[in-house]
């Protein structure tokens, strides 16, 4: 079954860092483009940031640009999302996507919820 | 707010046709695909039509999307109660070097 599965969320401090991980089964993640969306509470869904199949080119949004970082472990087949500086409005559910047909993400993770605050 | 624009809510009755808007601009809509997606409350978003116009496979024929200059559209018709969800239009923006999803719709069925 091709599947996605986010880990390593939970409550941080303002300033604090976390890594999120995106494990996948199924498919290999380094023939695919894979990006990384989040919800924060009771809001729509927002673009954090993209990498290619080869992983020379990355992406991403200008709201955590210089504070996140998104890379892969072929060995591992996952997905990682590096995440320093956090801050309040950084608080989401955080999904990792396979990006696939036409530019369009058809597989999608449960999410994993990361909490900033004091 | 966002670069793509839905209409905040959308509703009908069962056994009616709704369409949803997504209005964009000239680096994103009117040059790259559009997908749209569902989003049923506490589960993560669904892919129900990429390429501007295509479903993927298990997705109902009564879902439907186009596309035309700066605009696209999803159309569900048929509508079940099981069809109320939030429904987000996504496409890539070239200038920006972004993905760009819409601000999301709410489908209510009467």
């Known amino acids: 079954e091709v599947q996605l599965v986010e880990s390593g969320g939970g409550l941080v401090q303002p300033g604090g860092s976390l890594t999120l991980s995106c494990a996948a089964s199924?498919?290999?993640?380094?023939?695919?483009?894979m990006n990384w969306v989040r919800q924060a509470p009771g809001r729509g869904l927002e673009w954090v940031s993209y990498i290619s199949s080869s992983g020379g080119t990355i992406y991403h949004a200008d709201s955590v640009k210089g504070r996140f970082t998104i890379s892969r472990d072929n060995a591992k087949n996952s997905l990682y999302l590096q995440m320093n500086s956090l801050r309040a409005e950084d608080t989401a559910v955080y999904y990792c996507?396979?990006?696939?047909?036409?530019?369009?993400?058809?597989?999608w993770g449960q999410g994993t919820m990361v909490t900033v605050s004091s | 707010q966002s670069v793509l624009t839905q209409p905040p809510s959308v509703s009908a009755a069962p056994g009616q046709k709704v369409t949803i808007s997504c209005s964009g601009s000239s680096s994103n809509i009117a040059k790259n695909y559009v997908s749209w997606y569902q989003q049923v409350a506490g589960t993560a978003p669904k892919l129900l039509i990429f390429g501007s116009d295509e479903r993927p496979s298990g997705i109902p024929d009564r879902f439907s999307g186009s596309k035309s200059g700066t605009s696209a559209t999803l159309g569900i018709t048929g509508l079940q109660t099981g069809d109320e969800a939030d429904y987000y239009c996504?496409?890539?923006?070239?200038?920006?070097?972004?993905?760009?999803f819409g601000g999301g719709t709410k489908l209510t069925v009467l």
């Open positions: 996507a396979r990006d696939a047909f036409k530019d369009s993400l058809d597989i």
């Open positions: 199924g498919f290999i993640v380094s023939s695919y483009e």
């Open positions: 996504e496409a890539w923006d070239s200038s920006l070097s972004s993905v760009l």
